[in-house]
């Protein structure tokens, strides 16, 4: 079969079915000049080689994107992270955004929320509602989401080591609106192992960490199909400073072992693989990052189904949400960081994310503000809707210097992988200190570059200027500590605290065990056990975790 036979055959099959199933854009994909713009645009003559690389979008092995139509079909979701103070104050930032055109929620939790501490614990204090929203209880979860419709909304969770019981929150909270969990849509982060690499909000050992989150792979392909059930993250790999390679490399050999240990627990790899989703990053090198993301497509593609074996097409797809660099946003000149998102986000539109956020120009200083995250949000608006570069699929495929990139990370990422795999594995890797090191090593490389002078930051080590910074600040009240301490003294007094303590014995006895922690999650926390009182029994049985020296 001739490319021309290939093209008419996808056009024929796979598009035109994408084409009919989404019909939500009735954009007309053409030039200001009235050029039209196929579907997909091919070389003449190919190398077969290339041919096979390159393949056709929303088919194996996925370089260029995994549906057919991509945002011709249907834009990416725009999905601003955000949350502040209490749930009152956060649940405001989520309505004024949804107003404002944002397409899916992102949640930001504190830290004391991250590691398992309630709002009234002496590990908490001072860091209440700091750098995300508290939550301690369900009464927060349903505040957080008053006047929110959840099966109508996509939400995703930023948490780690406690997602199941913050997960479970947000079931009991759909519950009490009336909505099903089958309809519930969104994702959990769940990514325990960057933590231990780059992040550090884990609690417990990697192996009940690991149980965690094989319970929820089991609850959620059951009871919420439509859930993504994990995050896997390189966005915080390449926060703390690795290369867009090593980023690549990293996320997918934590992916391996999160597929290896749920099949080892007995999981059907193509009942759980369809709710993986990924997280990037992007970065400044616009071209780099096209690539990075066009290469982890085919990489997991071949990793699904040569590694495991994988059988279903939806298993093969690397799906992912991307997030512009925070760690490349200046404190000096603060507007430039709107030019340095929007060359990021426009990267992540051209590898073929499925959702993004965009960070705010303010975010170097404080909490962004609203004005500054509404020009966030413009920002992926007029990508979408003004610069045209949704309206071709795959726009930047064939380019010799696109496709010389992304075979270059390919091989990059997979001679890390095949590393780690000698080592035996991402979490013995871990252990050994092994990618920690790596990213070191990258990070002060990096860094001495830009002390040398030989990586330009405008506005920071050239083209400075004297400034006097004139933004409006988000500022978080100190009150909202005590109020939130005087809530949970209310919510104690008023519950069953009888039926509060035998959910607790139950809940130790099933975590010595092997029963699926899910459901009891869901009944503590629909019982007003609070997320605290729920790790603290947990950290009881599996102890915590405790990083070695490397």
């Known amino acids: 079969m001739n490319l021309q036979e290939q093209y008419s055959r996808w056009k024929e099959n796979t598009y035109k079915k994408s084409v009919e199933r989404f019909a939500e854009r009735k954009a007309k994909f053409v030039t200001s000049s009235g050029i039209e713009l196929p579907p997909v645009i091919h070389p003449a003559d190919p190398d077969p080689d290339y041919m096979e690389k390159l393949g056709f979008p929303g088919e194996y092995p996925y370089t260029r994107g995994v549906q057919p139509t991509m945002y011709r079909g249907r834009l990416w979701t725009m999905r601003q992270y955000a ?18 055109g944002q397409t899916g929620l992102s949640v930001a939790f504190d830290l004391p929320t991250q590691i398992g501490y309630d709002a009234d614990d002496p590990m908490a204090l001072g860091e209440v509602g700091k750098v995300g929203v508290s939550v301690s209880s369900l009464d927060d979860m349903a505040v957080l989401f008053d006047q929110i419709p959840l099966d109508k909304v996509s939400t995703s969770m930023t948490i780690n080591a406690p997602a199941g019981i913050l997960l479970a929150m947000y079931i009991a909270v759909a519950k009490r609106q009336g909505v099903e969990m089958k309809d519930l849509r969104g994702t959990i982060q769940n990514d325990i192992l960057k933590e231990y690499i780059a992040r550090g909000t884990y609690i417990f050992p990697p192996a009940p960490s690991m149980r965690l ?54 999981l059907d790899v193509d009942v759980f693989a369809p709710q993986l989703s990924f997280f990037f990053n992007a970065h400044n090198n616009l071209l780099e990052e096209v690539a990075k993301f066009r290469a982890a497509r085919r990489m997991w593609a071949k990793i699904m189904r040569e590694r495991f074996k994988a059988q279903k097409p939806a298993s093969w797809q690397l799906r992912f949400h991307t997030q512009t660099a925070g760690s490349t946003l200046t404190a000096q000149q603060p507007e430039n960081n709107v030019v340095r998102v929007t060359l990021q986000a426009l990267a992540a539109v051209l590898g073929g994310t499925q959702s993004l956020h965009t960070n705010s120009m303010d975010e170097a200083l404080w909490l962004p503000t609203e004005k500054s995250v509404r020009v966030a949000l413009r920002t992926q608006q007029i990508i979408a809707y003004e610069s045209g570069v949704a309206d071709s699929i795959d726009p930047l495929a064939g380019a010799y210097l696109i496709e010389y990139l992304t075979d270059e990370i390919e091989r990059l990422a997979s001679e890390y992988i095949q590393k780690i795999d000698a080592l035996g594995g991402a979490l013995t890797a871990i252990e050994q200190g092994y990618i920690q090191r790596e990213i070191q090593d990258a990070a002060y490389a990096a860094q001495m570059a830009i002390e040398k002078g030989e990586q330009i930051v405008v506005g920071m080590n050239q083209f400075q200027i004297q400034e006097e910074i004139a933004l409006e600040r988000q500022k978080i009240d100190p009150a909202i500590e005590a109020s939130a301490r005087a809530r949970l003294a209310e919510l104690r007094v008023a519950r069953d605290n009888v039926r509060v303590g035998e959910l607790r014995s139950r809940l130790e006895q099933a975590a010595r065990g092997s029963e699926n922690l899910m459901p009891l999650f869901i009944e503590c926390v629909e019982n007003k056990v609070t997320l605290g009182e729920i790790c603290h029994t947990l950290r009881g049985v599996w102890g915590e975790y405790q990083a070695q020296g490397i």
């Open 83 to 100: 949350g502040f103070s209490t749930a009152a104050e956060s649940n405001k930032r989520y309505r004024y955004l949804l107003a404002n």
């Open 213 to 266: 989150i094989t319970d929820i792979f089991s609850f959620c392909a059951r009871e919420i199909p439509a859930w993504n059930t994990i995050s896997i993250s390189g966005y915080h790999i390449r926060e703390a400073g690795s290369t867009a390679a090593q980023e690549v490399a990293f996320t997918l050999a934590n992916a391996i072992a999160y597929v290896q240990v749920a099949i080892d627990a007995g």
